[in-house]
């Protein structure tokens, strides 16, 4: 059975860092291309960064581009998105995703959280004084 699992969320001051992590159970993530996505309620759930397989391209939203970093550990069977200078406008709730699509491919932009097959239940970030 296919299953993501986030963590690392938390409360942190603006300026602060937080490295949230995504687990892998029931496949291989080091096939897969996966994204980060985060959602504030009331809005559109936002593609915040991702990762690709076949040459570990990187894209990142123009909101978190230079802050925030994503990355892969194969070995653990998870990617990891680390967060730096938080502002309050990151408070959100982070998921990461994937899809079946994305075995071996490169992803050229972040994709749209409609084309994604697979979610986790989300991890929370809150950025305050």
């Known amino acids: 059975q296919v299953q993501l699992v986030e963590s690392g969320g938390g409360l942190v001051q603006p300026g602060g860092s937080l490295r949230l992590s995504c687990a892998a159970s029931g496949f291989s993530l080091d096939f897969y291309a996966i994204a980060w996505f985060r959602q504030v309620p009331g809005k559109e759930r936002e593609g915040v960064a991702c990762i690709s397989v076949s040459d570990n391209s990187e894209h990142y939203s123009d909101s978190v581009k230079g802050r925030f970093t994503i990355s892969r550990d194969d070995a653990k069977n998870t990617v990891y998105l680390s967060l730096n200078s938080l502002q309050p406008e990151d408070t959100a709730v982070y998921y990461c995703?994937?899809?079946?699509?994305?075995?071996?491919?490169?992803?050229?932009?972040?994709?749209?959280?409609?084309?994604?097959?697979?979610w986790g239940k989300g991890t929370p970030v809150t950025v305050s004084a």
């Open positions: 995703a994937t899809s079946t699509a994305s075995f071996g491919v490169s992803w050229f932009h972040i994709p749209h959280p409609d084309a994604m097959d697979y």
